[in-house]
């Protein structure tokens, strides 16, 4: 049995959490993200706890389907 071994591999993160802390450290205050269910709402407000920071959110009436909008605001 011939295996590599590599070096140097980064570890992705596929967990939700990970993307939603990503995602909030990335925005600057002003910043908006479109999301389509309230889990995820609820997902960037417990991220950006996480991280000291604040974000609101809006129901997004002018978008063609159902969704939220949400804002870092600290």
Known sequence: MNIEIEKGIPIHSYSKKAVFDDL????EVDDSVLVKSHSDVDQLRQAAYRQSKKVSSRIAK?????????????
Do not use: G
């Open 24 to 27: 909030i450290s990335r925005m």
């Open 62 to 74: 002018d978008e063609p389907d159902y969704a939220f909008r949400v804002w870092r605001i600290k």
